[in-house]
């Protein structure tokens, strides 16, 4: 799959944050049900996981699993589904949030495409902070305009946007001066 780079993004950022303790507590939510990768990344067991949670097989203390890292923890995705598309109530996640929240002084929250699943509307609607990832070179200007919109319509407060896999080219002078 080559996608905008979110789920890389989230394990990245809660390795680093982890590991310099800027946060006591960190929980990452793997709510990419079509395309998990979370729980490879970390070293997990996919299940129980957060569809477990909501479709009520699973208690949300069994969900949450410890990493390898003291203070990082995660909630894999959970027992595959045959159409995990839109099972993310809005309501239903912001209880769990809510519910979850105190015990960790940071959430991130790993997303599918905004545009091409409800799922992550109901994620960005539930979130205190979303921020946009937007692979450069593949996503059209229009399309990451139209991302923005459809956020700013459902009152999820943009946090900014990360340019994803961007090429930087150094000129040979400078090379020489480094």
Known sequence: RDGEGVSSIVANLA????????????????????????????????????????????????SVQKTTMENLSIIPSGSPLSDASGIIEQNKFSAILDTIGQ????????????????DATSLAISSD??????????????????TKLHLQENHCSIGGAILNRARQVIREWIYKRL
């Open 15 to 62: 390795r680093y944050m982890a590991e310099k303790k800027t946060f006591g507590n960190i929980l990452v939510i793997d709510g990419n049900l079509q395309h998990p990768v979370l729980h490879g990344e970390f070293g997990v067991q996919i299940s129980p996981g957060l569809t477990d949670v909501l479709t009520e097989k699973s208690d949300l203390s069994q």
């Open 103 to 118: 015990a960790y002084d940071c959430i991130l929250i790993d997303s599918p495409p905004l545009l091409v699943s409800p």
């Open 129 to 146: 902070t979303t921020f946009l990832i937007i692979q450069a070179y593949r996503i059209q200007w229009e399309v990451a305009e139209r």
